[in-house]
């Protein structure tokens, strides 16, 4: 299957610093990703939506200032969480559309756990 | 009300035994159904597309009821290594949006 790679798989920081996480898709054309929060036992969270080239949509409760979302190319959507305190510690994972498909499935990172201190 | 419902378990079977998962969904314009498998501190990995008509892979059946909005998952034969939990994916009307049930837990004891 396809392959889309997510950087860095673990991070600690200090209350207050940004963290940047990348996600690439290694052998396909992603002009739809997805970024999501997981919090420990519970599911998947879609936080925004972000397509190539136009700005992220956010879901409801989610602040765009705080996390932001740049999909600059076809196979890189970053999210950087900016002042990060320790309640944004959690489990990030993104996943990647393969072109325009309806029916395609959705191939994920790896995750990044991040923890903040 | 939320996008994906799923009874999140845990579902504690033999070894052997059959288990079905339901999982409902809110949007009745959605268009792809998907059941994906996540083990412990990993990524979700897709265990099945979910067709109109119904599919099956081996062991595993996945079925789409439109008119009830839900989809459900057929495990037969369980073996340890299903134990994990699994996740019900619904994409909406647009397409580009996936949505995740809350996940149920599967564990097969021997």
């Known amino acids: 299957g396809a392959v889309v790679s997510q950087h860095p798989s673990r991070v600690i920081c200090k209350s207050g610093t940004s963290v940047k996480i990348e996600c690439r898709s290694l052998d396909f054309q992603a002009t739809t990703m997805f970024w999501y929060r997981q919090f420990p036992k519970k599911s998947l969270m879609l936080m925004a939506t972000s397509n190539e080239g136009s700005k992220a949509t956010y879901e409801q409760g989610v602040e765009k200032d705080k996390f932001l979302i740049n999909h600059a190319s076809l196979t890189l959507s970053t999210l950087t969480v900016t002042s990060a305190h320790p309640e944004d510690s959690s489990f990030y994972i993104c996943?990647?559309?393969?072109?325009?498909?309806?029916?395609?499935?959705?191939?994920f990172g790896q995750g990044t756990r991040l923890t903040v201190v | 009300r939320k996008e994906v419902e799923q009874d999140p378990g845990p579902f504690n079977v033999p070894e052997g035994a059959t288990v079905a998962f339901n999982c409902t969904y809110s949007n009745s314009a959605s268009q792809s159904f998907f059941w994906y498998r996540q083990d412990c501190r990993k990524e979700p990995k897709l265990l099945m597309s979910?067709?109109?008509s119904g599919n099956e892979d081996g062991r595993f059946t996945a079925q789409l009821n439109r008119a009830s909005q839900y989809i459900s998952l057929l495990i037969r034969d369980s073996k340890l290594s299903d134990s994990a939990t699994y996740l019900c994916?619904?994409?909406?009307?647009?397409?580009?949006?996936?949505?995740f049930g809350s996940g149920t837990k599967l564990n097969v004891k021997p």
């Open positions: 994916v619904v994409n909406g009307h647009n397409f580009n949006k996936f949505y």
């Open positions: 996943s990647a559309l393969e072109g325009g498909r309806e029916d395609t499935e959705a191939f």
């Open positions: 979910v067709y109109s």
